[in-house]
């Protein structure tokens, strides 16, 4: 590695770790777990897929959207029973990665995707504004001007430095620099060591500590798939949006499998289960941070932040990271989709602003899976409405019709609206030479149409049907 490229993946990684500290203990909080189990699963998800997925520059930990998701389960059984649902989730994701199901992130349209990244970027600034809360109540007076100033300073280095010069990551010397200067003044405002102490030992290694039965099963399955699904999918989510940002490719099943295996050691070490983090990877591409050294760093500095560096981190600002934050909520958005609205059809549009308001309310998982099904729907509708027919009569009196299209459960009725089984002629022939069928709905169809015309006392003939097609139909038991 040249010694540019080090130093750069090196600043990058040290940059990345001081934002994740704050995201995963408060993660770790909202589900109702010991801040360090948030952080050694930062550590351990971080560094191994750093070290083996397939998308080096990509930043994993322990994700808010897979804290929200088994709330109910540390509540109801307790922590034994989520490391438990953590180990299994890791299988499942290993299961993924394994058959090659990434590829089917391909399915998700380039709409949602945008919906996906704006919605994110809102939850993260969103996410900021518990900061300027002082245990339920909003910041006032003195206390709110400071920490206001303090986020528009850290803001501001983000932005200008880069301008000055590229040789150091511009939100490591904000964090770094409004740390120094909130320590000389002596400013009263809130740290890291506010939210938790975060010194501890090494994680240890176990078994959780539950039933090994199908009482158990019952209980943590339906959680694990829940939590690998929400995983996988952002994280492929991620993968694409790092793919674009570097012009690079990724090898998603690799990471599928390479998050499974950090999930699986992450529940046998104490620490919650994680996915590819999007403020993050964003932070450490920004940084210039590009290879496996960088996320490796990111989560090796948080294990050294956790085993002896806690009184120096405890004290860097809380407004700093929010600060650093918000400039990351505001790069991730993707602002050209506002500007293409009008100039987009009204299908696309409404995906964009459905993902984005369902991510902002509920889950990724529900705002990817509504996207999904609005494209589909707009997809089906659009290729029925584009079925036709070409007819005309022979000089025997034998009328020919030739369809063009895809024919599919949403084109049957169309399809059959084509025919005049009643008026044509006592021979028919159906050319099917630019007509595709799909489904068991155009094998219905067809079945449809021949028996309109047998009732109707008239020879239905079909020709040019291609080897795919005959496939269906004599699978489907109908001659042709």
């Known amino acids: 590695m040249k010694p540019a490229r080090l130093r750069a993946d090196l600043l990058a990684g040290l940059t990345t770790s001081f934002a994740l500290v704050p995201e995963c203990i408060a993660f770790a909080l909202v589900a109702h777990l010991n801040p360090l189990m948030g952080l050694y699963g930062a550590f351990i998800i971080c560094t191994l897929t750093a070290l083996f997925g397939g998308r080096p520059g990509m930043i994993s930990g322990a994700a808010g959207s897979m804290a929200v998701v088994i709330v109910a389960l540390v509540v109801q059984h307790g922590v034994q029973y989520l490391l438990a649902t953590v180990l299994l989730g890791g299988v499942v994701m290993i299961l993924f990665g394994v058959l090659r199901l990434g590829k089917l992130v391909r399915l998700v349209p380039?709409?949602?995707?945008?919906?996906?990244?704006?919605?994110?970027?809102?939850?993260?600034?969103?996410?900021?504004?518990?900061?300027?809360?002082?245990?339920e109540r909003w910041l006032s007076g003195a206390p709110l001007y400071l920490m206001i100033g303090l986020v528009a300073l850290t803001m501001l280095v983000v932005y200008v430095l880069p301008k000055l010069t590229r040789a150091v990551p511009p939100a490591l010397v904000a964090i770094l620099g409004v740390g120094l200067l909130v320590y000389l003044l002596g400013l009263p405002t809130r740290t890291l060591g506010d939210m938790a102490h975060i010194a501890g030992g090494l994680p240890q290694l176990a078994l959780p500590d539950v039933p090994w039965n199908l009482e158990t099963l019952k209980i943590i399955a339906p959680y694990a798939l829940l939590m690998a699904m929400v995983g996988l999918l952002e994280t492929l989510l991620t993968l694409n949006l790092t793919d674009e940002i570097t012009e690079s490719r990724g090898y998603p099943d690799r990471e599928c499998v390479a998050l499974g295996a950090a999930n699986m050691v992450s529940g046998l070490c104490g620490g919650m289960g994680g996915c590819?983090?999007?403020?993050?990877?964003?932070?450490?591409?920004?940084?210039?941070?590009?290879?496996?050294?960088?996320?490796?760093?990111?989560?090796?500095?948080?294990?050294?932040?956790?085993?002896?560096?806690?009184?120096?981190?405890?004290?860097?600002?809380?407004?700093?990271?929010?600060?650093?934050?918000?400039?990351?909520?505001?790069?991730?958005?993707?602002?050209?989709?506002?500007?293409?609205?009008?100039?987009?059809?009204?299908?696309?549009?409404?995906?964009?602003?459905?993902?984005?308001?369902?991510?902002?309310?509920?889950?990724?998982?529900?705002?990817?899976?509504?996207?999904?099904?609005?494209?589909?729907?707009?997809?089906?509708?659009?290729?029925?409405?584009?079925?036709?027919?070409?007819?005309?009569?022979?000089?025997?009196?034998?009328?020919?019709?030739?369809?063009?299209?895809?024919?599919?459960?949403?084109?049957?009725?169309?399809?059959?609206?084509?025919?005049?089984?009643?008026?044509?002629?006592?021979?028919?022939t159906l050319d099917c030479q630019h007509l595709s069928f799909v489904d068991y709905s155009a094998i219905a169809a067809l079945k449809t149409l021949r028996e309109r015309y047998a009732k109707a006392g008239k020879q239905l003939r079909v020709v040019h049907l291609s080897e795919r097609c005959k496939k269906l139909l004599k699978r489907a038991g109908e001659q042709h």
């Open 276 to 428: 590819a983090m999007i403020g993050q990877t964003v932070i450490n591409l920004s940084s210039n941070g590009r290879g496996r050294l960088s996320g490796v760093v990111a989560g090796g500095m948080i294990l050294l932040f956790v085993l002896f560096l806690s009184p120096l981190i405890e004290r860097i600002p809380l407004a700093a990271l929010v600060g650093v934050m918000f400039v990351v909520a505001q790069q991730t958005f993707a602002w050209a989709s506002l500007r293409v609205l009008h100039k987009v059809p009204v299908s696309d549009v409404l995906a964009i602003i459905a993902v984005t308001v369902v991510t902002v309310f509920t889950d990724l998982a529900t705002a990817v899976l509504f996207g999904i099904v609005i494209a589909a729907i707009n997809f089906a509708w659009q290729h029925a409405r584009e079925l036709y027919a070409d007819s005309h009569v022979d000089a025997a009196g034998d009328k020919h019709y030739q369809v063009h299209g895809t024919l599919f459960f949403a084109s049957t009725t169309p399809f059959l609206n084509q025919f005049d089984p009643a008026g044509d002629p006592a021979k028919v």
């Open 110 to 135: 380039y709409p949602v995707m945008l919906g996906f990244v704006n919605g994110l970027a809102i939850v993260i600034a969103l996410a900021q504004l518990e900061h300027f809360k002082d245990g």
